[in-house]
């Protein structure tokens, strides 16, 4: 943990904005630029700085490694999972009209869950790469 | 005025690019490509691309220079002084680049809405999306409707990538004292 | 001078390309070849963009009173294309850091030597 006052205080201001503004950035993304791309990195960039300022013991107790594994592979099950949805409920895979009971309404729903997929396995992966370089020991 | 803006951007992409060339001190190379992906997230910006420069500037500028920092630590700063001749790579670099060029020569002038890359499947996106989709944000319409498969697949892509660092990187490092024949391995 | 204008774009485009060409192919040192790729794919992502822009054009989204709008299906290409990149290239310096860890060096020319050195009088590493 760096002993660095201004770092510290600065970081526990930024760290629930930059989550927020994730959130917010994967909500608005039908309305403006966004998506799940752009707001998994950003949740992803708000632990790593939380990482970085606070040392990796305090943030691996905050989210331990085999939960961010595991956010890594919902991901592509929860996308993949939208389309077999649309399936049993009797229209072709990844067809979000048959989602809701119109086909904008469906649309809008199918694309909010398929970002949410895309945001937990963009984040899951972005952190589970850090806590790998970052818990290597070095040579000396 | 854009043009000038991106006149002057990739002006300055080049002068970063020959810089990251030169230098040899690794710490100073990785932050000159943080700063190279900003330069190149402002010129999207330019070019009417606001998604993706938002992406570039949150992969290239954040979390690419984390990743290279870190590794940096473990594997070392400066970069050797290169012993081998560098006649032939500059001859490759310069005969393809040359016809590279001539090629360039053929495309359609920046900007022109009669472009090849404008036709075809773009202005049906463009007209009948809001009655398919209904979503403002063309581009997210695109990546999640329209190419919904695409972007199932590059996740998979990412998983796989996740799951090959951690396959690498994941065992415990075998320190130098412990006896030979005990290294963890994955 | 239009012709030089219309065409800037895709031959600093090529330079680039060509730059991160060249620091892959004549350094030696593993790091530097990962940031000269990522280079390289970062001069492929400004020219799709660049064939995508439409001048009179605005953003890619919906707008009152805009009638021409910029390309969508290349913004759609190169987000994908970003993303994989860095998951490539987090790949790749997992990699050099286990050839760090199994030679010692970073540096190819080295890993040469060591491995001519290990054909000649061959010892175990692993176990």
């Known amino acids: 943990m760096t002993t660095n006052v201004i770092l510290r205080i600065a970081t526990k201001v930024l760290i629930p904005n930059i989550l927020i503004f994730g959130l917010y950035v994967h909500f608005h993304g039908d309305y403006g630029p966004g998506g799940g791309f752009q707001a998994g990195v950003i949740v992803g960039a708000g632990f790593i700085l939380y990482a970085l300022v606070y040392g990796l013991e305090n943030t691996t107790r905050v989210l331990p490694p085999t939960v961010v594994h595991i956010c890594m592979a919902a991901g592509v099950l929860i996308f993949a999972g939208t389309g077999v949805v649309s399936l049993l409920l009797g229209g072709a895979y990844l067809e979000y009209n048959v989602l809701a009971h119109d086909a904008i309404h469906g649309q809008h729903r199918g694309i909010l869950w398929v970002e949410l997929g895309v945001i937990a396995t963009v984040f899951g992966t972005m952190v589970s790469i850090f806590y790998a370089v970052a818990g290597r020991k070095g040579m000396d | ?186 | 001078m239009d012709f030089i204008l219309g065409h800037y774009n895709y031959w600093v485009v090529v330079f680039l390309m060509m730059l991160g060409f060249y620091i892959v192919i004549s350094r030696a040192n593993m790091v530097k070849v990962l940031v000269g790729l990522s280079v390289f794919q970062t001069s492929v992502f400004i020219f799709y963009i660049s064939l995508g822009k439409v001048r009179g054009g605005t953003a890619p989204i919906l707008m009152e009173g805009a009638t021409l709008y910029a390309n969508p299906l290349t913004s759609v290409l190169i987000l994908t294309a970003i993303v994989v990149s860095i998951a490539t290239t987090a790949l790749g310096l997992a990699i050099v850091i286990r050839i760090k860890e199994a030679y010692g060096t970073v540096e190819e020319e080295e890993i040469d030597a060591i491995e001519r050195a290990e054909v000649e009088a061959p010892e175990t590493r692993w176990s």
Do not use: C, K, W
């Not at chain 2, 070392?76 to 005969?95: A, K, M, N, T, W």
């Open chain 2, 1 to 186: 005025m854009t043009e000038v803006i991106d006149i002057a951007l990739l002006a300055l992409l080049v002068v970063t690019g020959l810089a990251m060339l030169r230098l040899r001190n690794l710490f100073g190379v990785i932050i000159l490509s943080g700063i190279y992906s900003l330069l190149s997230a402002g010129l999207f910006v330019t070019m009417d691309a606001p998604d993706v420069a938002f992406t570039e500037s949150a992969v290239g500028v954040g979390i690419a220079t984390v990743l290279f920092l870190g590794a940096l630590a473990l594997v070392g700063h400066e970069e050797r002084p290169p012993q081998r001749s560098r006649v032939l790579p500059l001859i490759v670099v310069i005969g393809t680049g040359g016809i590279l060029m001539y090629g360039m020569t053929d495309v359609p002038p920046f900007g022109d809405p009669d472009n090849p890359a404008q036709q075809h499947v773009v202005p049906r996106y463009i007209q009948q999306q809001p009655e398919e989709v209904g979503v403002d944000n063309m581009v997210g319409a695109v990546l999640a409707s329209y190419r919904g498969y695409d972007t199932m697949g590059e996740t998979a892509v990412i998983f796989a990538a996740g799951v090959g660092v951690l396959i690498l990187l994941a065992g415990r490092r075998r320190r130098a004292d412990e006896p030979e024949g005990g290294q963890d391995d994955h």
